[in-house]
């Protein structure tokens, strides 16, 4: 693999985006997109498309809730916040990435062939 930005995988922007509203409470795409991008070391970039894909997807499942507000700079913006069920589904979410995680870390830190 190359030394460029991070492919996600399907599912794992969903869970980043319920994740960073638990942790900072309700925020516009913008303000979601560029924690993300921070949090990540600048590893995973998200364009527009991407983050408010997400956001619909996750709107129309219940996980999040939508309402209008004002930004830092005076515009009108959409304010996301995650509901209950989105608490729940992020639960679940993360105890399967939790898990996947260390039964990668486990076949990766196999010992190679010739090693043995």
Do not use: C, F
Not at 38 to 63: C, F, H, K, M, P
Request: no cysteine; net charge positive; aromatic share 6%.
């Amino acid at each position: 693999m190359s030394e460029s930005k991070l492919d996600l995988l399907q599912g794992t922007l969903d869970l980043m985006v319920l994740q960073t509203l638990a942790t900072l409470g309700s925020q516009h795409g913008y303000g979601i997109a560029r924690r993300i991008e921070q949090v990540s070391g600048d590893e995973v970039l998200l364009n527009q498309g991407t983050i408010y894909a997400s956001l619909v997807r996750l709107q129309q499942r219940g996980w999040i809730s939508a309402a209008w507000g004002t930004s830092d700079n005076n515009r009108k913006a959409k304010y996301y916040s995650i509901t209950k069920g989105g608490r729940k589904q992020l639960a679940k979410d993360a105890a399967y990435w939790h898990r996947l995680a260390s039964v990668m870390g486990r076949v990766l830190a196999m010992p190679m062939e010739e090693e043995l």
